[in-house]
């Protein structure tokens, strides 16, 4: 690209959010189902006249000249153009990848299913020994690909270093999230020591009530799925009520789903479709899909309420705020604040008694099981967080060490993980410490709640309206930034060992 083609930051940001709109759109198809081919690659092509090592010297050297919010937009509209260079080089690599994993296909007991269809069973698989062959199988079948997995990530962690200037990929995020990662981790594996031995005892009742008395003493990760489904409570939670019952839940927080035509709901099932619940923000508050994969169980209402609080963040925010500040954040770490606190409802044990018809008692049980599964997430994502600074620490070096995922993960949570995993599980950009501060915020912020609004916060349209105040900042805060509203330190663990039982 010649230097007269270089864009203005105005005229970039217009164009980026034509580009963003429609590769939102793409993966949303994919990921749904609807398509079983992904065709970014194509996307990427129509506008490789945006990104450029001259566009990107053109926004760095603007953002140089800058001050407070203009600085900000601009920071964030220069990260952007070198995400996109990464993906114009990588597009192509990244498709395939992706098309050979939706066409993995495996066998078990004589049928045979797509890869993906594979793991959305072990969900719903009653039979401990039928969950534990099925998962071995497509954990196989996954680790296949770990080789491409391999090679993508350090092409991209390659491109990556030479875009930004920094080399390394710790003190790169560190530089993007303006945080710590290292004083991070350090405050969260204190939390993780201080709730042992209250996890160990709900560990030791709710391995026994999910997986029963004949389950190995370190079960595999293959019945994770199966746990946070709280499957033997499916009689009470299910599939068919959970939309009806969400909805209401929203309601009494004064938001009504069916009067934002904006969120856009895809609850279907389809045998291609993500069994991960996700929401897809193509141009908030305009278009933002809320897509889920219900398959009976707590975890169905978990995953919509967690979903909704992404998508009435989005489209909450305010039409009128530059589309930066509706679109692109410095990092995860805001929204997961509001999907993490629509979520936490249900470890109301009122919310288990007013919307399922259960006794006191029974209420406070299943709701005792909701807060062992936040808390086993909680510990195996803050062990996933000192892996992935360890792996990267020594990325350059040595390549890492895929056996300490294996060590880290499994001793934390009581589960076993295979080494093998750890490139699937390897989200981009330090996501785990993206949710690891979003578990500290949304603490904090319920408990800001029950002090502000009192024990009945999760069904008080006070709660909404002040709710709705922060989704209308869109994405231009950061998650220590709400921290510093509600008057706690960013890294106080407090709050969140009282929400895990601890």
Known sequence: MSATSVLSATDFSSRLEQYLFERSEEWRAVRVGEKEVSEQAEIVGRYADLFSREQLAALRQAEEGTSGDERELLYRLRKTCESGLVSAQLAEREDELENRLLGARVTFRGEEMPLRNAQAQLAVLAEYADREELGAIQAEASAAFNGDRLELLAATEELSADLSEIPGAVERNEEEKDISLRDLSRALEQASVDSTESYERLRGTWFERLLGADREEIPSSYHTAWMRRLSPLESTYTKDRATEICLQTLNALGFDLNAQPN???????????????????????????????????????????????????????????????????????????????????????????????????????????????????????????????????????????????????????GVRYRKEGYLSDMDAGFYSADYLRAWIRSAQLRSHLVQEIGDDWWRSPQTGDLLRDLFREGTKPTSEDIAGRLGSDPLDCQPLLHEIGA
Request: negative net charge; hydrophobic residues 35%; proline residues 6%.
């Open 263 to 413: 969120i856009k709901l895809d609850l279907d099932d389809r045998p291609q479709k993500s069994p991960r619940a996700c929401v897809i923000a193509s141009d908030p508050p305009k278009v933002v899909h809320l897509i889920t994969r219900a398959q009976g169980g707590l975890h169905d209402y978990q995953a919509f309420l967690h979903e909704a609080g992404h998508a009435l963040h989005y489209a909450g925010c305010d039409p009128n705020l530059p589309y930066i500040f509706r679109r692109i954040s410095r990092d995860h770490a805001l929204t997961e604040i509001f999907s993490y606190i629509v979520e936490a409802i249900s470890r109301e044990p009122e919310w288990h008694e007013l919307y399922f018809g259960l006794s006191p008692e029974q209420a406070r049980e299943n709701a005792e099981a909701t807060t062992f599964l936040e808390a086993l997430l909680f510990r195996r994502y803050e062990a996933k967080l000192r892996f992935e600074l360890d792996y990267w620490s020594r990325f350059g070096s040595d390549g890492g060490d895929p056996a300490l995922y294996e060590r880290l993960l499994t001793g934390a949570t």
